[in-house]
């Protein structure tokens, strides 16, 4: 195609969002504007005639995703100003040959979208055969939040065809240069402008990206793997958590020694009996660097936790304690700065018996804490991640993150949060 085309994925709901992020974008070196599939199912075709209207020199994509009545659909994207139009490449051959021939009869392009194919070799021949224009790669949001973003299939395919090749999900100034060495012609980026508080600034950074051929580090819209999933954690805050888990609530009436402190890691479980202190002073040495202790009395004192044991956890490196029951020496805990949550704090001790477990599975506030699972903890309190889903809620968090870094942004240009979420549109009936 001549040279590397970036393609905006507009995947809001609202058409004054859209549009102004379009504008903000103007002059910056996009090529294609893409109407997302949730933008018009929200403002029909006539955000396609909007966009076409106040941009006309851009190509206009209407992401349809179509799956039947091919030829009525494309008409329809085109006549309203779209100049490439999707259809579902598992969609029937005859549909797909309906919007192809929509497209050559009206002047547009027809990109097969290969999400959910599962033969992507075999039906891009076909494909082929079917004279679509464009063979449109797809890594889905629900992989990407599991850290699956690589550019391995993109290579297969683009060995076996000479169409143009676009792809899409979690493309970002960090892996777009890998993408174009892979073989895209079309770089579909969705989050990484529109949910930017400086878009511009971010196509400068993909551009340089693509024109230097290297990664250009960001630290939002990356997606974590296990092996940095701490890397995440410590940029989001628990609210982002709570958010990302459908409103997850913080464990029940535990708060921070500390403000501003930042408490993030897998946990190490102490279960004891109220002023037994000898399993978590113990739980100490058997902690790995980074870990978080999560100390069960039952939320009541005699305190188990003091100064001498957080100069220890300091000394072995943990991330923080977080005890449900008493803690005491706060004065001089403060002074640490360790992460310390705790549920009261009380100046009587008591004494080392010995009768508690450590790394038994324990219930706070009637949400479950097993050793392994991870916390995140900050002044609004501390949420609790299973171990099995971190990755997927870390990376869920980053993108509520990511979405409110956008919305901050409008507001202080000057709307509210009730305008720029559009609350009566989306006000239940």
């Known amino acids: 195609m001549g040279h590397s085309i970036i393609q905006v994925a507009l995947d809001f ?9 379009a504008e903000e974008i103007d002059g910056a070196g996009i090529d294609w504007l893409e109407a997302g599939t949730p933008l018009i199912k929200s403002a029909g075709l006539d955000i396609i005639r909007a ?18 009545v091919g030829r009525i659909e494309v008409e329809m994207a085109v006549k309203a100003g779209a100049g490439v139009v999707t259809v579902l490449g598992c969609a029937s051959d ?19 979208d290969m999400i959910e194919v599962k033969d992507i070799s075999t039906r891009v021949k076909q494909l082929e055969k079917l004279r679509v224009d464009i063979i449109g790669l797809h890594i889905p949001i629900d992989e ?5 973003i690589n550019f391995g299939f993109l290579k297969d395919v683009r060995k076996i065809t000479s169409l143009p090749v676009a792809v899409a999900g979690g493309i970002n ?5 890998e993408a174009v060495r892979a073989g895209a012609d079309i770089l579909i980026v969705g989050g990484a402008i529109t949910k930017s508080a400086c878009p511009a600034d971010e196509v400068k950074k993909l551009l340089k990206a693509i024109r230097t051929k290297t990664s250009v580090k960001n630290v939002y819209y990356q997606r974590a793997g296990l092996d940095n999933v701490r890397e995440v954690l410590n940029v989001v805050s628990a609210a982002n958590v709570s958010d990302a888990m459908h409103r997850a609530p913080a464990l029940t009436g535990v708060y921070p020694l500390v403000k501003g402190t930042k408490l993030v890691g897998p946990v190490v479980t102490v279960s004891t009996l109220p002023g037994d202190w000898a399993k ?12 978080v202790l999560v100390v069960d009395t039952g939320g009541v004192g005699p305190a188990v936790w003091g100064e001498l044991a957080t100069q220890s956890a300091v000394t072995r490196k943990l991330a923080g304690v977080i005890v449900h029951g008493a803690v005491r020496d706060t004065m001089d805990i403060v002074k640490i700065k360790l992460p310390i949550f705790t549920k009261t704090v009380q100046p009587n001790a008591g004494e080392p018996k010995g009768y508690g477990e450590i790394n038994v599975p ?34 869920r968090a980053m993108n509520v993150l990511e979405h409110e870094n956008r919305l901050r942004k409008e507001i ?9 979420t559009n609350l009566l549109k989306w006000e239940k009936k």
């Open 51 to 68: 966009l076409h209207k106040k941009f006309p020199q851009k190509c206009i994509v209407a992401d349809l995703k179509i799956m039947d």
């Open 173 to 177: 100034s960090a892996n777009i240069a």
């Open 13 to 21: 709901v609202d058409t004054h969002r859209a549009l102004k992020l």
């Open 362 to 395: 324990l219930i706070i506030g009637g949400i479950k804490v097993s050793p392994g699972d991870w916390v995140i903890g900050d002044d609004d309190g501390v949420i609790v991640l299973p171990k099995n889903d971190v990755v997927e809620i870390a990376n």
């Open 144 to 148: 990407q939040m599991k850290g699956k």
């Open 412 to 420: 202080k240009d000057g709307s509210t949060l009730a305008k720029v």
């Open 94 to 112: 005859e549909t797909i040959k309906e919007s192809v021939n929509a497209g050559r009869n009206y002047g547009a392009k027809v990109m097969a």
């Open 280 to 291: 978590p002073v113990q739980a100490i040495d058997l902690a790995n660097e980074g870990d």
